[in-house]
């Protein structure tokens, strides 16, 4: 099983100074010492050290050892977010997305996805492979073919053994992402821990029903219990090494809540 330390990555690391936190909006601070609430609730009481570095969190950036170890342990508990650093100097990062036919959908995909980083378009065995080799033409997308269909796994897998940047951005073909959502996400990873970071996702239409996928306007952390147990990769950006061997193609739905 993978871990932090595979990558020589200590798994105590501290979050990193000049990041900034905001105790979540279920937190109670009831004294200088004690907090409770986080996701499953708990009660929290700090050392005298610990109650002053939480004044120096709540006054603004990480700035100190202790304040950067209490960080790690809010964010941790689920009882507060962080709010992301300046993006990581020269991080690469390839746009993944797997399709089966649909070309209407894969090119308002690849259009809002835009040029602004290297897109590989998986085809997992469309019918119609000659559609979506236009479209990946026309928005100058690189284009592998699957000669059969093996799921969204598969086709995803396909993808991870062939980059070789240090992120991996996976994109749903029927989703359309905003501008700029790649860089608003990058900065969550100049902290080392962080293996993978989702956007919210939402229904196309305003006023229509709530997406599936949509696990709410609350930024926390991922964690089984927690506020967010889970995030799909309808969009994802996640550090490619730490994926592994990647999906289970062994499943067909809910590969990606197992890879998270």
Same mark, same amino acid.
């Given at each position: ?6 990558? /020589?990555? +200590? ?19 009831? $004294?200088?010492? !004690?907090?409770?609430? #986080? ?7 700090? +050392? ?14 990480? !700035? ?12 941790? $508990? #689920? ?45 997992? /065995? ?40 240090? *992120?991996?951005?996976?994109?749903? +073909? ?26 919210r996702i939402v229904a196309g239409r305003r006023g229509g029903p ?7 306007t609350r930024p926390a952390t991922v964690i089984p219990g927690g ?8 969009? *994802?950006?996640?550090?490619? #090494?730490?994926? /592994?061997? #990647?999906?289970? !193609? ?11």
């Amino acid at each position: 099983m993978l871990g932090p330390t595979t990558f /020589g990555i +200590s798994p105590e690391l501290d979050l990193p100074l000049g990041s900034e936190i905001r105790l979540a909006d279920d937190v109670e601070l009831l $004294t200088p010492e !004690t907090l409770l609430g #986080g996701s499953p609730p708990r009660f929290l009481r700090l +050392s005298p050290p610990g109650a002053a570095a939480l004044v120096e969190l709540r006054g603004g950036h990480v !700035t100190s050892r202790p304040a950067a170890a209490l960080a790690r342990r809010l964010t941790d $508990t #689920g009882l507060a977010e962080v709010r992301p650093l300046a993006p990581p100097p020269r991080l690469t990062l390839t746009v993944v997305v797997p399709v089966r036919d649909r070309p209407r959908e894969l090119d308002r995909c690849l259009r809002s996805v835009g040029r602004s980083h290297p897109v590989m378009v998986v085809d997992d /065995g469309s019918d119609d492979a000659a559609a979506v080799a236009a479209v990946c033409a026309e928005h100058e997308a690189e284009l592998v073919r699957r000669n059969g269909s093996g799921g969204p796994a598969a086709a995803r897998n396909t993808a991870l053994h062939r980059v070789e940047s240090d *992120l991996v951005a996976f994109v749903d +073909s029927d989703c359309r992402v905003p501008e700029g959502w790649i860089d608003r996400l990058l900065g969550h990873f100049a902290d080392p821990l962080v293996v993978a970071v989702a956007p919210r996702i939402v229904a196309g239409r305003r006023g229509g029903p709530r997406s599936a996928l949509d696990m709410g306007t609350r930024p926390a952390t991922v964690i089984p219990g927690g506020p967010v147990p889970y995030v799909p990769t309808a969009a *994802l950006v996640a550090r490619r #090494g730490p994926l /592994g061997t #990647g999906f289970d !193609t062994s499943l067909r739905y809910g590969e990606d809540v197992d890879l998270v």
